[in-house]
């Protein structure tokens, strides 16, 4: 199994649309996750850190799901902007999955 | 406050040629990582400096890559002799503690 696993998508959605995609991690010892996200040939970003069960920023909902080993970003209310992949890194181990490519189009 | 700088932006290089890139941290953050991306792939981890020493170099794909962070500051990765799947994006980031990694615009490597 892959230490992360990412739906490559791409996601198509509308704009205003409510969005989520998963991410699984083999590695039951990791504590902390973050969700970053990647514009085209840009580098990645830091979008949310999840250190317990889930974290709310704004239109971004990050859950954190122990048990089944997966993590989850919804995101309510698509603009345009947030066009990009999201890329999912348990712990500061430092493995990236692959990401989730989401298109949100008008 | 300044993030994290690489240099240079872009390098195109010959296989068997050598190439050196650069990465400035943010001030203050003992903690930098190298990363790379081949066309099409995830993001893969490198090495990790604490300070001036190598935390965790599992990642160095083998002994063509040479990574150095002199004095603790800025870091060097070499590449030599270069080959045609060294190709990618090199990213470097730097963290104040084992949390959250801010990262550099990256170098893109062509070796032709």
């Known amino acids: 199994r892959k230490e992360v696993e990412q739906d490559p998508g791409p996601f198509n959605v509308p704009e205003g649309a409510t969005v989520a995609f998963n991410c699984t991690y083999s590695?039951?010892?990791?504590?902390?996750f973050f969700w970053y996200r990647q514009d085209c040939r840009k580098e990645p970003k830091l979008l949310m850190s999840?250190?317990?069960s889930g974290n709310e920023d704004g239109r971004f909902t990050a859950q954190l799901n122990r048990a089944s080993q997966y993590i989850s970003l919804l995101i309510r209310d698509s603009k345009l902007s947030d066009s990009a992949t999201y890329l999912c890194?348990?712990?500061?181990?430092?493995?990236f999955g692959k990401g989730t490519m989401l298109l949100v189009s008008p | 406050e300044a993030g994290v700088t690489q240099f240079p932006s872009h390098s195109v290089i010959e296989k068997g040629q050598t190439v050196t890139l650069r990465c400035d941290p943010i001030s203050g953050h003992d903690n930098l990582y190298w990363y790379r991306r081949v066309m099409g792939k995830e993001i893969k981890f490198l090495l990790h400096f604490v300070k001036e020493s190598k935390q965790d170099e599992s990642g160095m794909p083998n002994n063509r890559f040479l990574a150095e962070r002199t004095g603790g500051t800025y870091s060097t990765l070499k590449v030599q002799p270069a080959e045609l799947e060294d190709s990618g994006v090199y990213f470097c980031?730097?963290?104040?503690?084992?949390?959250?990694?801010?990262f550099g615009p990256g170098t893109r490597l062509t070796v032709l």
């Open positions: 999840v250190y317990s």
């Open positions: 980031a730097s963290s104040q503690s084992i949390d959250t990694q801010y």
């Open positions: 890194v348990p712990d500061s181990t430092l493995t």
């Open positions: 590695n039951s010892a990791s504590q902390s």
